[in-house]
């Protein structure tokens, strides 16, 4: 059973930097993207950024790119969101999910969501 746990979300003054964790555990992620969404209050849940597993390849919402940058650590099956400049509009929920490519077409793990809080 897959499983993710997303850590390192907290409160911050705009022009901060946080780092988000998730821990993976319980599969084999070659063949998976893993995820950063963020759902804000009121809002519909979007996708951040991902990476492929095998590959690193990665992709950005334009909202982020250049100040956020996803990576991981095989060797920790963990997957990181280093987010710079932030913004008040950054709030939001942050979850962490992954997508096996073999099996699917959606995101079908997650994680149970940490708060990042951008005060302006």
């Known amino acids: 059973q897959v499983r993710l746990v997303e850590s390192g979300g907290r409160l911050v003054q705009a022009g901060g930097s946080l780092r988000l964790s998730c821990a993976a555990s319980?599969?084999?992620?070659?063949?998976?993207?893993m995820g950063w969404f963020r759902q804000a209050p009121g809002k519909e849940r979007v996708i951040v950024a991902r990476?492929?597993?095998?590959?690193?390849?990665?992709f950005y919402a334009d909202s982020v790119k250049g100040r956020f940058t996803i990576s991981k650590d095989n060797a920790k099956n963990t997957v990181y969101l280093q987010m710079n400049s932030l913004k008040p509009e950054d709030t939001a929920v942050y979850f962490c999910?992954?997508?096996?490519?073999?099996?699917?077409?959606?995101?079908?793990?997650w994680g149970q969501g940490t708060q990042v809080t951008v005060s302006s």
């Open positions: 319980g599969g084999i992620f070659s063949g998976y993207y």
């Open positions: 990476i492929s597993w095998s590959s690193d390849s990665t």
């Open positions: 999910a992954a997508r096996n490519l073999a099996t699917s077409i959606n995101y079908d793990y």
